[in-house]
């Protein structure tokens, strides 16, 4: 297991921007997947990006465009720089890494995005 830790979070106006921050305790680089997901009140889950071991990405079509991930693995931190936030992008974001064997989160970070 991997232990993950967000920074980040916080209020921001509509339009505005924040980049979150997913810390781990060990090497993330041979890890398949390093995963974004948020949750708002009453909602479920939601997969928001996503970043390969290889590099690639992939997004929620709610965050395409605004919305991006990154990896640095000599930091063994994962990004997502959030661009152009709305209302509806309030949730508690979570930070995850998946692999083999390996289903890790963090403890979450709020966003809340004033209209």
């Known amino acids: 297991q991997v232990r993950l830790v967000e920074s980040g979070g916080g209020l921001v106006q509509a339009g505005g921007s924040l980049r979150l921050s997913c810390a781990a305790s060990?090497?993330?680089?041979?890890?398949?997947?390093m995963n974004w997901y948020r949750q708002a009140p009453g909602k479920q889950r939601e997969l928001v990006a996503t970043i390969t071991s290889g590099g690639s990405t992939n997004y929620a079509d709610s965050v395409k465009g605004r919305f991006t991930i990154s990896r640095d693995n000599a930091k063994n931190t994962v990004y997502l720089q959030m661009n152009s936030l709305k209302p509806e992008d309030t949730a508690v974001y979570s930070c995850?890494?998946?692999?083999?064997?390996?289903?890790?989160w963090g403890q979450g970070t709020q966003v809340t995005v004033s209209s």
């Open positions: 995850n890494a998946r692999g083999y064997s390996l289903d890790s």
């Open positions: 060990r090497s993330i680089s041979r890890i398949n997947a």
